[in-house]
């Protein structure tokens, strides 16, 4: 950059370059970048009321780190993540292929499954809840159960999940959807003219043809599950028995930073879920390299 | 590249400007807002207004509805940038947060010139109570007022030919008539579900204990007449004619009465005109009674000789920022807000209770439109004893820790006796803290 030498045109290029992503970098950073950095800061602060802080050092993270409900949530969120994530995916691909083979009211089917998206998370939560009701629900009904879903501990996270990954599965089908008809439809014939069934296609030929998207799907449904947070709020309340049993990360920032009105100790934890979200990424990128296929 | 820069921080300048000066009327009249929470009371408020811009032509109220939810992040952010509304409701469990930060005007000379003690003269020491802050001073005008009471369906009683609460009712009463109801109808007795205002608060009180000790810095949980209320609130979980927790965190108390599962609930008066409304087809199947009183309450040097009566009592007030930009004349519409006239037109639209001594029967015009069918008096008759709902500045940050602990007694993780330990221990720890800090 130094040393080159720009025409004038060129140099009024470059500037008409920078006014026109100025919008965009400019809200980044007072709206993203800006706001993190204060975060981190707040994280070692002491809210004294009213955007007034007092500096009190790691007096935050320690007693986070001794809080037996913080690493309760911090499992909560894991276990959330492992109960939405590799299910979510594999029913999205599967209804992926459903709406990639030949079938009637093809988009039909595709508006049904893109529909949960489409609807605001209050109103699925309301729905839900009704189906889940212990008393009343249908779900009950039709299992010929008696479990109270939504208070007992060992289920409530479970069904969040459920709505979790139900509400999910549309929006990352139509990503996979995307993907597969990517494909050339030349390698399927090339393979089954030597002798492959449809199953030796598909891991052959679709999962690796598909693993870039099945990446970025995978990436932005654990950042989406390790933040969860307004189906909890939606689906449950303060006084749920379970509650502890399902508050997530985000939930108990809320509940310290907006309800107990702690915000120092809730951007630590805000902290600490980045930071895990940052280490899976990582994880994830360094092990794509075993599995995703970029170049056929 | 530098001519280029400036060029632009310059549009950016003159566009920022632009925005700023966009808002600003143009009418020569003093525009002023008034945010408050609860729809139903949009039409009272407005009344209000309208009669004070009667006589003030030059000022125009704009009153704006932000949900419960939303309130007190956007009052909060609104109090940090200074662009809080010109006038606002206050509640209880923030008053002394704002209050002790300096954020909300001194109203206590409000009144100077219209007569000496005009506070003490014409509102309720609870009222007071509310618009106090740390420092004595008063940092609102009382509102309104309010206190649960004891909602029961006759048809039930009937049926299980069990006589209707009455003045005398105790605990006792209320668990018999719960079991009778129960075996004769199959439905619930009474709701005995997890809340503090309409719930165990009251009962503590009745029994001698207190939340928080008359100076608001030791908390009574774990004290004799605490610890007995909280183990019959809790242990009523127990009986078959009560749910479980686990159903009142699904169903709601409320929509269990009102789908006529159920006999008895505690409601808070400022709910009682929305129930008409919301359910024509319990009309005149269903009344209101003063809450059991406990039949044997714990005496001990702090707690208040009522004959084991008590309910809870909380009130709102109108508040205005301290560095508000058209101080004057807001202080002149609040104080309007304070006067007879005013809160008469507040009580007969039916919003809430007058907090104007002798101004709360206005209050039952709004129930004559339905045929007068409950009896209103005894929530008059119950703020003879009514006791200001607990809170100290430390408030927000112990009552969500204490929640916690309280559903974790509820799903039988906590025995209860250790978590109401744990809840002393946790006001206590958190009020200390609060006033080693100030």
Redesign the interface.
Known sequence: MKNRKLSASA?REE?WGW?LV?PTIIGLFVLNIWPFIQTIYTSFCEH????HYRFIGLDNYIEMFRNP?FWKATWNTVYFCILTVPVGIALALFVAMLLNAKVKFKGGFRTIFFLPMVCAPAAIAMVW?VI????SGILNQILGTHI?W????KTAIIAVAIVSTWSSIGYDAVLLLAGLQNINKQLYEASSIDGAGKIRQFFNITLPMISPTMFSVLIMRLMASMKVYDLIYMM?????????DMQSLMYLFY?SS?????RGYGSAIVVWTVALILLVTLIQFWGQKKWVTYDI | MKKFLRGMAAVLLVALMLSVSGCGASDGKTHLTFQIWDTNQRQGMQDMCDAYTAQHPDVVIDVQVVSWNEYWTKLEAAAESNTMPDIFWMHTNQLLYYADFGMLADVTDLYDDVEPGYYQNHFSEISLGNISGSDGRYYGVPKDKDNGVLVYNKEMFDAAGVAYPDDDWTWDDLTEASQKIYDATGNYGYLAYLDDQLGYWAYVYQNGGYILSADRTACGFNQPGGKEAMEFYIGMQQEEWCPDQNFFTQNGAGATFWSQRAAMFMEGSWSLLGALKDHPEMLGKWDIAKLPKAPDPVSTPESLDQDGRACMSNGLCYSTGAHGKNLEIVKDVLKYFGTEEAQLIQGRSGAAIPAYLGTEESWRTAFEEYGDPINVDCIFEQFDYAIQVPYNSASPRWKSQVLDVLTQVYAGNQEVDAGLDKMTEIVNTETAKKLAGN
């Open positions: 140099r500037n006014l100025a004294l009321g009213f955007g409900d809840q889940f009701n212990g008393d109270q939504i208070t007992n501990s449950s309340d303060d006084t749920n028995p379970a509650m502890a509940r907006f309800v107990a009105g702690d």
